[in-house]
């Protein structure tokens, strides 16, 4: 027994849309006023097609989706044109329309997969249920709950089944997600963020699932997310979005690579990638601000933040023009976009670190073992590093592989095994912070992924700051609110955001908050953990160029510390991977990236997906990252390796960190030069 | 959910100055054009959201109603001696257990003392004993409270575990010992009521602690050589103050049943201070005797004013947690 017997007649009709968007505007009213988030969108999705919706946080992505679905939260609402789903228009629809709708003809996959399930019930129950819904029996509907798990690639489904979510990892909840939003093999499925919140080796599962099911299901699928490299990876046509508006259209390829809206122009060279590194240039950003919701633009919206823009666009607002055919972009200007100036300037001085004298900062046999649960807990094994004078060490590798821990061991935060060795400067650390001197406190700060949790809500930027140069700098009066305005501005702040409480700050200048208060007692040493993460690209731009300025003016090294490998590689001149808390491969950044590689390290570049690059053979890592509790036998990472020896020694021992060039250490046992034949395929 | 949402609260006044308008970076350096986009500000700043909460709590009726009632108590126990129509300790010798009428409104006691002049007055030492035992064990317990959070560990749990032993009994028992050692008085009640709160106010602040140790903040404020009690106190202290209103709220009612309850077993304030617990005591033997009046009046006075606190802590939580 199919279901498609019993889905609506006009969502498998051939030829027709499955979406029809047209002249879309969804406003919220926000303490009864009412608030634009979209306007005047439109556009199409063909059966089969993949639709990618991209843009940055806040340009009213999730709200189209929301829309689709008729999921809008009670304080929004379709205000003008239409929504038409497989031929029903949505707004129309009432009570049992509307669910047939989201039950049958819509299926939505959200972006955090830990929160879609309902953790007091089985995985089993709540993907049958689906099933009963559309009227199977319950022997039947666990029977084809079953299959489905198999249709995603889950190699134990009879487990899963008997699972809570919580006892599964956030890759394999996804993928039961999906399962159940393709169960009622929906015209149109809406994934929205669906990898964001996933490791680069799990997106990339994740990615190849989604491709896989869309041979076999036939379904549509619009596709939101900020990255632009997913969405040219999986999509045929994409929108781009900008502050509630389609400024962009047209086939996924011809728009990445010769944007035709100064927008996209702008968002596609923020993006540091291709080798890009901070010592050819800084990155361009665009500048200017997101207009705030709620106003109103009189002519083109994107017009105060674009270089391009003259009277015309200040006055007249730009229609939908046709591209090439099948493209569409809403700028006057749109056949010279592609000759929007920089708004930075490319120059970058960033002297070279400095590797003759001494390390500043070296960590010898580094362990850190937690006990949990009677359970030993390896976090991180063995580590030794050195870090020079100016220099940016990139520190990588999937969550739960250490580089967490390893920065808190550094900064004292988190207490090292006995045997580790701390120095700096040669004189040794002691392995808590409170008992470290001030110098070597000032001398090592940090600055955290998420600066809501960082700063002090309740504390404003003036006390966030001049706090640090008190007990930092041990400034006080005039001195102190002289360096203040003097630290502002190298944050590129104004004086008048010192009153500002962090709420009151966007993301980027909160973020520049944390680095203006990190910089204040000139550390020597910056811990950086994904300080760009939680940003959009343009601003992460921005961002990057200020660490890679202030590298140049002060000196300073830095722990660099994210999952982006295009934005390590920008900033580091040495990379270290790490793979369950130890050291894989560490060297400078060229050899790292460049082959021969760690087959760890190659597993996470072919993970990457990429703008513009040929898609090559990728490597799929299978299964999950094993538990530091019971890390594998041997070669840790055996159990997950590709290029796994046949003989068996990968199993039985583990391979030393060896020198395989000068600089380039590695721990595999498979020869250096057989890596470097098997990996001839330049990786980036 | 929608990304409208997930940037808080979005507020329209752009008049906070969009830093695109020339005329808000005059003090901005001359590069400023060029500026990295880093996202404006929000007007989200705390004035406008006390502002915002205010609004939220005037409009709620059962805070009108809760803030109306308290606002007729705390007049009466103000002004309770100007406006009471008789004295209130004085009786008449020869209106006793008189039922309601147009000269005593609610009749009159077994001594002939007039229940609404006693009802009005008695007030005074309830509403001054109780908010101020609440306070103190405000402060006890967001002391004690902060010192379990935030050190945890073997601190924690020996706290924790006196805690729990002297929470065992109940509340009344506790501050009944302690009013039999050391004699009733209202600086007694206040201490005693004070310290035994405090242990349980101590509890929820404890929580909120707990959650705010974790955030990244305080790992800074580490690095930064800051002192214990100035993390305590000037970073984590600020932040929980929303939980510690709520529970000052809700313990002032209990506090306010907790002074009643103690006077109605003789502990409390002394006769023949007008006094509600107390007036209800000596009156519930008469109520076979068919003088209802004489005990429920102040009974309802107890009721009312507990109830108007509680409407209050209610909205008020519904308001700060959110």
């Known amino acids: 027994m199919t279901l498609s017997a019993s889905l609506p007649p006009g969502s498998q009709q051939a030829g027709g849309l499955v979406l029809d968007a047209a002249d879309l505007g969804v406003s919220y009213t926000v303490r009864g006023a009412e608030r634009q988030a979209v306007r005047g969108v439109s556009f199409q999705i063909r059966p089969r097609e993949s639709f990618g919706l991209v843009g940055e946080s806040g340009c009213g992505k999730t709200t189209i989706a929301l829309a689709i679905a008729r999921y809008l939260p009670r304080n929004g609402k379709i205000s003008s044109g239409s929504v038409t789903v497989a031929g029903q228009d949505v707004a129309s629809l009432t009570g049992d329309a509307l669910r047939r709708l989201r039950a049958r003809t819509v299926s939505m996959v959200y972006q955090e997969p830990g929160r879609a399930l309902n953790p007091s019930i089985r995985v089993g129950r709540q993907v049958s249920e689906v099933f009963e819904v559309a009227g199977l029996s319950r022997a039947d509907a666990a029977g084809r709950a079953e299959e489905m798990l198999r249709k995603v690639q889950i190699s134990d489904p009879g487990r899963v089944l008997r699972s809570y979510p919580h006892q599964l990892s956030g890759g394999m909840l996804q993928r039961v997600i999906i399962a159940m939003a393709l169960a009622a093999e929906p015209a149109l499925l809406i994934l929205d963020e669906p990898t964001t919140a996933l490791d680069a080796t799990v997106e990339a599962e994740i990615l190849e699932l989604v491709s896989a099911l869309r041979e076999e299901f036939h379904t549509a699928v619009l596709f939101i997310s900020h990255n632009l490299a997913v969405i040219a990876k999986m999509c045929d046509r994409v929108g781009v979005m900008y502050a509630g508006e389609l400024v962009e259209e047209g086939p996924a390829r011809e728009v990445f690579e010769q944007p035709s809206h100064p927008y996209t122009v702008g968002l596609l060279r923020c993006i540091p990638g291709r080798g890009q590194r901070k010592d050819h240039g800084r990155l361009d950003t665009i500048p200017g601000f997101l207009p705030g919701p709620g106003e109103t633009p009189a002519a083109c919206i994107f017009a105060p933040r674009c270089a391009l823009a003259d009277q015309r666009c200040r006055e007249e607002a730009p229609p939908m023009y046709p591209v090439n055919g099948a493209r569409a972009a809403r700028c006057h200007y749109h056949e010279r976009a592609g000759t929007l100036p920089r708004a930075t300037p490319e120059e970058a001085q960033i002297p070279p670190p400095d590797r003759g004298q001494e390390p500043l900062i070296s960590l010898r046999g580094v362990s850190k073992t937690y006990t949990a649960h009677r359970e030993r807990v390896h976090a991180l094994t063995g580590i030794d590093l050195d870090l020079h004078l100016g220099e940016t060490l990139g520190l990588v590798g999937e969550s739960g592989s250490g580089k967490t821990t390893l920065a808190r061991v550094l900064l004292g935060l988190t207490s090292p095994d006995e045997g580790s060795a701390l120095e700096l400067s040669g004189s040794a650390l002691a392995p808590d912070a409170a008992r470290r001197s001030r110098d070597q406190l000032r001398s090592m700060q940090i600055i955290f992924q998420n600066p809501d949790s960082a700063l002090n809500r309740r504390h404003s930027v003036r006390h966030l700051i001049g706090r640090a140069l008190t007990k930092l700098a041990g400034l006080t009066g005039a001195e102190r609110e002289a360096r203040l305005q003097e630290i502002i501005r190298a944050v590129r702040m104004e004086p008048r955001q010192l009153g500002l409480r962090p709420a009151q700050l966007s993301g980027g200048l909160k973020q520049r908050t944390a680095i203006a208060r990190a910089f204040a007692g000139n550390p020597r040493i910056l811990v950086c953990d994904e300080p760009t993460s939680a940003l959009d690209v343009s601003v992460q731009a921005a961002i990057l160029n200020l660490l890679g300025d202030l590298q140049g003016k002060n000196r300073v090294t830095y722990l660099f510390i994210s999952h982006d490998l295009g934005v390590v590689r920008y900033l580091s001149d040495r990379i270290a991977v790490l793979y369950l808390g130890r050291l894989q491969e560490y060297g400078d950044a060229d050899m790292v990236f460049s082959a021969p590689h760690h087959p760890y390290t190659e597993a996470l570049l072919s993970a990457v997906p990429r703008l513009g690059g040929m898609p090559g053979e990728r490597i799929i890592l299978k299964g999950e990252i094993p538990s530091p509790a019971h890390p594998p036998s041997g070669c840790v990472f055996h159990t997950r390796c590709p290029r796994r020896l046949a003989s068996g020694v990968c199993e039985s021992e583990e391979p030393p960190l060896a020198e395989v060039e000068p600089g380039h250490f590695m721990r595999c046992h498979i020869p250096v030069a057989e890596l470097r034949m098997l990996q001839s395929v330049e990786t980036q | ?322």
């Open chain 2, 1 to 322: 959910m929608s990304e409208e949402e997930r940037r808080g609260t979005p507020v329209a006044s752009a008049a906070a100055g969009s830093p695109l308008e020339p005329v808000s970076t005059v003090s901005a350096p001359a590069d400023e054009g060029r500026l990295p986009s880093a996202g404006g500000t929000l007007d989200t700043s705390a004035r406008a959201i006390r502002r915002e909460n205010l609004r939220q709590l005037v409009r709620s009726k059962a805070f009108i109603t809760g803030a109306i009632l308290l606002l007729w108590w705390i007049v009466c126990a103000v002004l309770g001696t100007v406006f009471s129509p008789y004295n209130p300790v004085h009786g008449s010798l020869t209106a006793f257990n008189a039922a309601p009428s147009g000269a005593h409104w609610f009749g009159t006691d077994s001594l002939g003392r007039d229940v609404f002049s006693r009802v009005i007055t008695g007030a005074r030492d309830i509403l001054i004993i109780a908010p101020l035992a609440t306070l103190l064990g405000t402060v006890i317990g967001t002391c004690i409270g902060l010192v379990q959070g935030y050190f945890r560990g073997v601190t924690d749990n020996v706290i924790g575990r006196v805690v729990e032993a002297v929470l065992a009994l109940p509340v009344v028992i506790v501050a009944f010992l302690f009013v039999v050692a050391l004699g009733p008085s209202a600086p007694t009640l206040i201490i005693v009521i004070g310290v035994v709160f405090g242990l349980l106010i101590a509890r929820t602040v404890r929580t909120a602690v707990l959650q705010e140790r974790e955030l990244d903040y305080i790992a800074v404020a580490r690095l930064r050589d800051e002192s214990n009690s100035h993390i305590m106190f000037v970073e984590i202290l600020p932040n929980v103050l929303g939980p510690i209103l709520v529970e000052f709220t809700v313990r002032l009612g209990y506090a306010i049943f907790t002074v009643a309850t103690l006077s109605f077993l003789g502990f409390g304030i002394q006769p023949p201070t007008p006094d509600w617990g107390g007036d209800v005591a000596s009156s519930y033997q008469y109520l076979a005797a068919g003088y209802w009046w004489e005990t429920l009046f102040p009974a309802l006075a107890i009721a009312s004013l507990v109830v108007a606190i509680n409407l209050i802590a209610d909205s008020t939580e519904a308001v700060v947690i959110q």
